[in-house]
């Protein structure tokens, strides 16, 4: 039995919207119950309507919340275009002040030693809230179908990326083609996500509604890593009317 909440809104500002709202309540709860909160984010184009809901959240105290992200590519530095630590100094860092904000360093010169200086910051305490989107191949992070595993024993790995991925990170503009996209990147485990406390997830436009409708309708399968979340009653899935639009396909 599927245990995943799902909500629909007409359009991505109203997603946006209600999705920041119950981002914003968890952290606010975590704050007043343990006076401190942690934070995961996801990084994409479908996720800056909602981190500019998010990081407008009126009595929010972000200098009691930890953030960190969940993926980056390997050997791209800071400020490439690209960069996932860049899209988070300027879609968060630039308008909050948190606690912390731990970016994985896709530059280390020795990646093995990243994994485990970020695995060590992740593990110091619980995962409070981690808001993911789901990819156009039904990814979450970078767990793309051919190396996502439901019971991976780590919490962050080097992968390589689907040619769908990779080919979705061109249309979105983050790279001006296939060539130049990394094949490799360091992501978040499945478990490493399911883990956080609470899970919002966020997946507006019309270039995600087949992989929702696989998702949601398909079998619970690493075929499409983001089905996972049907197994998940601390997560909700919010869509809009576009990333909907499958679902009452026979």
């Not at 948190?98 to 200086?117: C, F, N, Q, S, Y």
């Not at 996500?193 to 619970?220: F, H, T």
Request: charged share 20%.
């Amino acid at each position: 039995m599927d245990a995943l909440e799902v909500r629909v809104y007409p359009d991505q500002p109203a997603l946006a919207a209600a999705a920041a709202a119950l981002a914003a309540a968890v952290l606010r709860q975590a704050l007043a119950r343990q006076g401190a909160a942690r934070a995961i984010l996801a990084s994409a184009t479908s996720q800056i309507q909602f981190l500019a809901a998010l990081t407008a959240a009126s009595d929010l105290d972000w200098s009691r919340v930890t953030l960190f992200h969940m993926d980056e590519y390997l050997g791209l530095g800071a400020d490439h275009p690209a960069s996932f630590r860049r899209f988070l100094r300027e879609h968060v860092a630039a308008k909050i002040r948190p606690r912390a904000l731990h970016l994985i360093a896709g530059d280390a010169p020795e990646p093995l030693k990243e994994i485990a200086r970020y695995t060590a910051l992740l593990n110091e305490a619980p995962i409070d809230l981690c808001c993911l989107g789901i990819g156009e191949n039904g990814h979450v992070a970078f767990n793309d179908p051919p190396v996502a595993d439901f019971h991976d024993p780590h919490t962050l790995k080097l992968v390589a990326l689907d040619e769908a991925c990779r080919r979705q990170q061109v249309g979105e503009g983050c790279f001006p083609s296939l060539e130049a996209v990394p094949r490799y990147a360091y992501t978040l485990t499945v478990p490493a996500l399911c883990r956080a406390g609470r899970l919002v997830c966020v997946v507006p436009e019309r270039r995600k509604a087949r992989a929702v409708r696989d998702a949601l309708r398909g079998p619970v399968s690493e075929t499409c890593p983001a089905s996972i979340l049907r197994r998940q009653p601390h997560a909700t899935l919010f869509l809009d009317a576009e990333s909907a639009a499958l679902l009452d396909e026979a």
